[in-house]
């Protein structure tokens, strides 16, 4: 925490702050963090035109008083490094906002891809295959399903997976009811589920334990919704 520290006094107050006897001073947590061995410390605000952004510290295992000419040498050192964190905090601001447009750009992407496969001739099956391999390269996932629920009943089907798991239980076709899968519970609150490890295994549904069984660790079910109506996952 910044308060009741000795950082935190210099970026408030903006000023200098020289403790010429360390072992004297014991307020708790005042110089939390300083090496037992120091006798002396003396900590310069970073100021820049867009406010101080921290404290720089300069210590000494033996007892100094630093005279004027020393404090006027570290005050301008203090402004050299508070110059090259300001630069250094604009450089990582402009990583992140790169990084962001290149995400934003691979979602835009993406969603054009998947738009234009809505469009094409393909078989269902075909069709879910093309998604998820579009899928992967921003969102990496070892199978995915297209289940919908059955009109008129409590129970859903599995329209299609890819790739197929070698075994005897999913299948494309398969049908189940309600209360085996979390998908019942995505619908009825509209929100997306996830779900890790443990969680996957203890989550009281039929679907999520044999999901586990299979070597499965991480499952997402995201409602596919028409308006307010959900039809699936």
């Known amino acids: 925490p910044v308060e009741g ?31 037992a061995d120091v006798r002396s410390l003396a900590l310069y605000p970073l100021t820049t035109p867009q406010g101080c952004l921290g404290a720089v510290g300069f210590a000494s295992t033996s007892v100094v ?11 301008r050192v203090a402004g ?3 110059l090259a964190a300001a630069r250094m905090l604009a450089l990582v601001k402009q990583d992140e906002y790169q990084n962001k447009l290149a995400v934003q750009r691979g979602h835009y992407n993406l969603l054009l891809e998947i738009n234009k496969l809505l469009f094409s001739e393909l078989e269902p099956q075909a069709l879910f295959a093309a998604i998820s391999r579009s899928l992967h390269n921003l969102l990496r996932h070892d199978y995915a399903f297209l289940v919908l629920q059955e009109v008129g009943t409590n129970r859903f089907r599995i329209h299609a997976m890819q790739p197929p798991i070698a075994t005897s239980f999913f299948q494309t076709g398969l049908t189940y009811p309600g209360e085996w899968s979390p998908s019942k ?15 996957l295994a203890s989550y009281p549904t039929e679907i999520s334990h044999r999901l586990y069984d299979e070597g499965v660790r991480s499952a997402c079910w995201v409602p596919l919704l028409i308006g307010d109506r959900g039809i699936g996952t």
């Open 5 to 35: 520290t000795a950082p935190g006094e210099v970026l408030r107050a903006g000023k200098p702050l020289v403790i010429v006897e360390v072992a004297e001073d014991v307020r708790t947590n005042y110089l939390h963090g300083v090496p």
């Open 65 to 75: 008083t630093w005279d004027e000419p020393a404090r006027e040498l570290l005050t």
């Open 80 to 82: 050299l490094v508070a």
């Open 185 to 199: 519970r995505v619908l009825a609150n509209g929100r997306t589920l996830v779900l890790n490890g443990d969680g």
